[in-house]
Every structure is written in structure tokens, then in C-alpha cells.
């Protein structure tokens, strides 16, 4: 059986995304015939100001995670982009990641692809959803088949206590949490099966032609 193969770029400031980013690493993986590599993407911030901000600290705990290129996204059968929320949209290092795949683009070398999104924000209100949709904005434009999480996965549905996770993708409430709660990371590791899932079964299709 062919080997479907999934990539997560996120970026990650404080640690949450990347704990997200493992979660749904951990869901494809769990998906028969799938393999997940996890990727960050480039840095923008000086050094000194990710010092001030106690940012250097967490992001040492995914240092070890490869940087990504435009070109490594080109083989993968899906995606799957993790990112804070900043203002209600997307951080601008994944922005700036995105706008350097315009040769890519055009050369259509993300069509078909499956692609997906999870995010985070500092607040329960602070712009998860428009940081979903408007993502998948790029996705459309790029070909890709976008992919969320139905409410079959009802984690998404708890009332009991704050939480991320809609129907857009997995998301992280990050504000005064050292790390994704059980309920967010249970939506995640489902967003992960989901994709990979989907990416296997129409990588079989096109197989067999």
C-alpha cells in the first residue's frame, strides 16, 4: 500500500500551536497507511525581542523541528497549517511563508492536495473562526481540497468548560493555560485522523484510476 504523507507547518511563539502541531501529528499517525512530519516556519522576530517577551524560552522546546521551504510542501498528499491568532487573521510569519509560494502556484503544485488549519488565540473570543476561514482563503486559491472537523467529532460541542475546537479545524484558548487542555488536543489528534483519512482515500482513487 502506498504511504499517504501528511506535513504540519505551524508557527508557534509561546508553545501552544506546537503542542496543537504534535496532537495532530499523533491523529495522522493513527491513520493506517499515513506519516506525519512536523515543520515551523521561518522566523521574523529579532532575537532580542523574542528575548523581552519570554517567547525564547518555549520556542527552545521545538527547536529541533526543521525549518520549512516552499518546496518542501510540493510532495506531501495534504497539509495541515497551524498559527496563533493575530488580529482576527493568520501571524505574519505564516503570511510571509505563504506569499513565496506564488512560482508554486502557478505551476499548480498544490492542486488536489488536501489541506487544513488549526489555530490558537490568547482569548475564548479572540478571532479563532475568521483565522480559519479566512486561511482557507489561500487554501482555495492554491487548489487544495479543504478539509475541517464535522461535529461527529462532539468534543467540539462541550459546554462544561472553555474550549477551542470548531467545525473550521482544532483551536486552543492560550490565554493563561500553559499548554492546550485534554478536549483541545482530543479535537486536534481528530483533526489530524481526518485529513490523513481523506488524503489516503483519494491518493487510492486516483490510483486506481
Sequence with gaps: MTQTTVQIVFYSMYGHIHRMAEA???????????EARLLQVPELVPDDVL?????SEAR????????????????????IFGTPTRYGNMCAQMRNFLDQFGP??????????VGSVFASSNTQHGGQ???LASFHTSLFHLGMIV???PYSESRQMTTDEITGGTPYG???VAGG????????????????????????????GREQG
Design 170 to 172: 482544532a483551536t486552543t
Design 147 to 149: 478539509a475541517g472537523v
Design 24 to 34: 495532530v501529528a499523533e491523529g495522522v499517525r493513527e491513520t493506517e497507511g499515513a
Design 104 to 113: 508554486l502556484w502557478m505551476k499548480g503544485a498544490f492542486e488536489g492536495k
Design 129 to 131: 473562526e475568521t483565522t
Design 60 to 79: 527552545g522546546a521545538f527547536a529541533h523541528v526543521p525549518v520549512a521551504t516552499p518546496d518542501d510542501l510540493v510532495e506531501p498528499d495534504a497539509i
Design 51 to 55: 528575548e523581552k517577551s519570554g517567547a
Design 177 to 204: 493555560n500553559d499548554r492546550p487542555s485534554d478536549n483541545e488536543l482530543a479535537i486536534a489528534r481528530a483533526q489530524g485522523r481526518r485529513v490523513a483519512a481523506i488524503a489516503r482515500d483519494l491518493k487510492r
